[in-house]
């Protein structure tokens, strides 16, 4: 059944198909990028509590679910080069580690910016803040694994665990604001209508 990947597990088969696929991919997510940000920045209504200051969700709340879509990515590269040795899944996971270490960057500081005006502060040790954190700690000890080692494969063994053991924190980030009451707003509710977002206030800016 799935004797038609087998030979992309070769890494010349591997670069010939992303060779190939990567202008395409590149040309659509520019534009993706591009219509994206002028939509949300120019076009889309401002928010009827927080004004324009609310816009910063066009790049925070994608950074933040690509930090852990990366991270899971990254978790299952490594999975399946400790479970089947292949040394092209290491290099995935090994890629894939900065790439998802820069969007939870990314995700930290615009929602330091958006908490500020928010909540009256750049940051609190919040469950879903703290946990996010976390993550970054977990990408910058998978990059650091993976250059403590001269052994490739050693390595790829040591980061591969550890990215696979950091899987558990994914759902805390993700039902932190269900689990425990938090500054942070909840997920909004199938059941209810949807309503505009919105923060809520912890007194100090008020």
Same mark, same amino acid.
């Given at each position: 059944?799935?004797k038609?990947?087998?030979?992309?597990?070769?890494?010349?088969? *591997?670069?010939?198909?992303?060779?190939? $696929? $990567?202008?395409?991919?590149?040309v659509?997510?520019?534009?993706?990028?591009?219509?994206?940000?002028i939509?949300? =920045?120019?076009?889309?209504?401002?928010?009827?509590?927080?004004?324009?200051?609310?816009?910063?969700?066009?790049?925070?709340?994608?950074?933040?679910?690509?930090?852990?879509?990366?991270? %899971? *990515? %990254?978790?299952?590269?490594?999975?399946?080069? =400790?479970?089947w040795?292949?040394?092209?899944?290491?290099?995935?996971?090994?890629?894939?580690?900065p790439?998802?270490? @820069?969007?939870?960057?990314?995700?930290? @500081?615009?929602?330091?910016?958006?908490?500020?005006p928010?909540?009256?502060?750049?940051? @609190?040790?919040?469950?879903?803040?703290t946990s #996010?954190?976390i993550?970054?700690?977990?990408? $910058?000890? @998978?990059?650091a =694994?993976?250059?403590a080692?001269?052994?490739?494969?050693?390595?790829?063994?040591?980061?591969g665990? =550890?990215a696979?053991?950091?899987?558990?924190?994914?759902?805390?980030?993700?039902?932190?604001? #269900?689990?425990?009451?938090t500054?942070?707003?909840?997920?909004?509710?199938?059941?209810?209508?949807?309503?505009?977002?919105?923060?809520?206030?912890c007194?100090r800016?008020?």
């Amino acid at each position: 059944m799935w004797k038609w990947l087998h030979p992309y597990a070769k890494p010349e088969a *591997s670069y010939k198909l992303c060779n190939t $696929l $990567l202008p395409w991919f590149a040309v659509l997510a520019a534009l993706s990028l591009v219509t994206g940000t002028i939509w949300g =920045l120019a076009f889309a209504p401002s928010d009827y509590q927080q004004g324009d200051s609310f816009r910063i969700i066009y790049i925070h709340v994608p950074a933040a679910i690509w930090s852990m879509g990366a991270y %899971m *990515s %990254m978790a299952i590269a490594a999975f399946i080069g =400790l479970v089947w040795q292949i040394k092209i899944s290491d290099w995935a996971a090994a890629a894939m580690a900065p790439v998802g270490a @820069v969007f939870t960057f990314i995700a930290l @500081v615009t929602g330091a910016v958006w908490g500020k005006p928010m909540w009256g502060a750049w940051w @609190v040790w919040d469950a879903r803040l703290t946990s #996010e954190l976390i993550l970054l700690f977990l990408y $910058l000890g @998978v990059i650091a =694994l993976y250059n403590a080692f001269d052994d490739d494969r050693t390595a790829g063994r040591a980061a591969g665990i =550890l990215a696979i053991v950091g899987v558990i924190n994914l759902p805390i980030i993700h039902f932190s604001v #269900e689990w425990w009451n938090t500054l942070h707003q909840a997920q909004p509710s199938p059941s209810l209508p949807s309503l505009p977002l919105r923060r809520t206030c912890c007194g100090r800016c008020c």
